[in-house]
């Protein structure tokens, strides 16, 4: 009775190990874009917020191409993170390598046809001088290992060449200048040196005396989901986190989307940094393929949280800005 007792222990622990095995593949595919590690579960990368979004309600997403001038340039400054086997020097332009949209989400998705290239988004800030979120680059390997390619977008509806970038687009990181991670990512940015100044595109405005309300009126510009350019708006601030280092809000922001420019629409100038928010996915059953996740008044869904650019105030090498 004994052995008998001790075979359905093991059993049982077996089972409920390859329950939290599941859950920990579920958890792991948020990071990885929905694509199962063959490998055993390992741990998730620490430290760092889950980097994956939610549509809250109508989903805000617009082509750059398609927004008003002020915002066309504006995100004229603003750059992908490619790792170097995403992108190819072909001398007089590099040329970026990804997937589809439709390989990660259901064929029938808003871009499903989009190259997907980026998995973070920076903003310059001097001329040399790029800003992103903290998870994004946690060492000088992560440094050396990415391009920064700005203004991956589409130029207009017909565009079928915006996989390639001229020289004048793309830079390597020279070397993280500053990098602050606190709470979770409340305090969530880097500044990295890149290898050259950016010649033809001005550094964004940072309010880095900006004291933010509920009710400011936000727009956000980042590589969603990795995609071209994608502009955001019809969002607000709904609530100052305690300690103020952050806010949360509902912008239909993605993986991807980590260390885009936050913008007080009113003023056009960078309020906050992209740090983590609500699982952007889910799997449908039905359809057996991964369908966006949308957050609808009552859902009780975790908000987009965005690191407060005043964090950044007392840095040197933002003096002046």
Request: a negative charge; one cysteine or more.
């Given at each position: ?61 617009q082509e750059l191409f398609s927004t008003p001038a002020r915002w066309r340039e ?248």
């Amino acid at each position: 009775m004994k052995t008998i007792i001790a075979i359905v222990g093991v059993l049982m622990a077996a089972g409920a190990k390859a329950g939290f095995a599941s859950e920990m593949e579920e958890l792991r595919a948020d990071w990885t874009g929905g694509k199962p590690a063959i490998a055993a579960p390992a741990p998730l990368p620490q430290p760092g917020p889950v980097t994956s979004r939610a549509i809250f309600g109508k989903d805000d997403r617009q082509e750059l191409f398609s927004t008003p001038a002020r915002w066309r340039e504006i995100g004229r400054s603003i750059a992908g993170k490619v790792s170097a086997d995403h992108i190819t020097d072909h001398g007089a332009y590099w040329e970026l390598h990804g997937e589809p949209l439709s390989t990660k989400e259901c064929p029938g998705n808003r871009f499903a046809d989009q190259v997907t290239v980026p998995n973070c988004t920076g903003f310059l800030v001097k001329p040399d001088l790029l800003v992103t979120a903290a998870h994004c680059v946690k060492s000088q390997d992560d440094c050396d290992s990415f391009s920064w390619v700005f203004e991956y977008a589409l130029a207009d509806a017909a565009d079928k060449n915006y996989t390639k970038a001229a020289a004048d687009r793309v830079y390597k990181c020279k070397k993280i200048v500053a990098r602050n991670y606190q709470n979770f990512g409340d305090v969530d940015y880097a500044i990295l040196q890149l290898d050259r100044p950016v010649a033809g595109r001005q550094p964004l405005k940072l309010a880095l005396d900006a004291k933010v309300t509920p009710g400011i009126e936000l727009i956000n510009i980042g590589n969603s989901n990795g995609l071209p350019l994608k502009f955001k708006d019809s969002a607000k601030i709904n609530k100052v986190r305690a300690g103020g280092q952050a806010f949360e809000s509902d912008l239909d922001t993605f993986g991807g989307d980590s260390g885009s420019p936050v913008f007080d629409a009113g003023t056009g100038e960078v309020i906050g940094i992209t740090s983590s928010a609500n699982a952007d996915h889910f799997h449908d059953g039905a359809s057996n393929c991964r369908q966006l996740k949308v957050c609808n008044p009552g859902d009780n869904c975790y908000p987009a949280v965005s690191s407060g650019i005043w964090n950044l105030k007392n840095e040197p090498a933002l003096a002046a800005n």
